[in-house]
């Protein structure tokens, strides 16, 4: 009798210990989810994203060139607070970024359409078709070449303080990104090479370099989609080429510059970004 009593009171206690336990372990993994990053991976790929907010779907680029994070997406202004009231905004950290968490081989031969198969590869993964994108720096090119890639599904795109060719300062993306992307991810990688690095840069910005890297003015000529060029002028951002680009695409705007050298002006250009947007978003 002594011995029943004695087990129904152990497993009573053993099931209120897991009942308590339970709820701890639960909230343990919901604040983890809700902090966590999402992964979409496809073969050798694995690509770290997040979604904020809903409606029709925003793909938002970083700038920071190869190493473009999530992070980045709060330089010049917060891309994510911005627009996830009014979109679902999908962003994610760039293959091989060496402060994000996304990975995979260094695609010699196709640098460019490698991290296009990426963004591609995830909205496909959301089960997104149309979207919209905003893109900083190194998105330029990006952008331009979604476009191409993919002209039904891009429905308008902003290209903010985008990455050009200038022809006075052929070298500078190579070296900026020699030094400042390069060098580290040859550190942290014990596949890749300092050659396999320098073959893949040379691929992306001195192998025939001209105007946005990725299509040539014939492409921006005939290019149907909605673009809104938000101009910068730095080694890597060439003014002319944004203007240029703006002015041959037939269904090109051009935001005001500067936009971004005092703080009151940024809230003008988002502006200009937003309005853009809404007149093309579809339902």
């Not at 010049?76 to 968490?101: H, M, T, W």
């Not at 900026?176 to 060098?183: D, N």
């Not at 705007?253 to 809404?278: C, G, N």
Request: aromatic share 8%; net charge positive; hydrophobic share 40%.
């Amino acid at each position: 009798m002594t011995n029943s009593i004695r087990r129904k009171i152990l497993k009573t206690g053993a099931a209120a210990t897991v009942m308590a336990a339970a709820p701890r372990v639960f909230t343990q993994q919901a604040g983890q989810g809700a902090s966590a990053m999402s992964f979409y991976e496809k073969g050798p790929v694995r690509i770290r994203y997040e979604e904020s907010g809903s409606g029709f779907p925003l793909l938002l680029i970083a700038g920071g060139g190869l190493n473009s994070t999530i992070g980045g997406l709060t330089n010049p202004f917060n891309a994510i607070d911005e627009f996830k009231g009014e979109y679902r905004c999908v962003a994610a950290d760039l293959r091989n970024a060496n402060s994000g968490q996304s990975s995979g081989p260094l695609e010699i031969d196709r640098p460019w359409d490698a991290y296009t198969d990426d963004h591609l590869g995830l909205m496909d993964h959301l089960g997104i078709d149309k979207f919209m994108v905003l893109g900083f720096c190194i998105a330029g090119p990006f952008i331009w070449n979604l476009i191409k890639r993919a002209p039904n599904r891009v429905v308008a795109a902003v290209p903010a303080q985008p990455v050009g060719f200038r022809p006075e300062l052929p070298n500078a993306l190579y070296d900026s990104q020699k030094t400042g992307w390069a060098a580290e991810l040859v550190k942290r990688r014990s596949d890749i090479t300092d050659a396999m690095a320098d073959q893949f840069l040379t691929r992306m910005f001195r192998t025939n370099p001209d105007f946005v890297f990725t299509v040539t003015r014939d492409f921006v000529k005939s290019c149907q989609t909605p673009v809104l060029v938000l101009p910068d002028d730095t080694a890597g951002h060439s003014l002319s080429v944004a203007i240029e680009s703006a002015m041959l695409a037939p269904k090109g705007q051009l935001s005001m510059y500067p936009w971004k050298d005092t703080p009151e002006k940024i809230p003008l250009a988002v502006r200009h970004v937003r309005s853009f947007l809404l007149s093309h978003r579809t339902a």
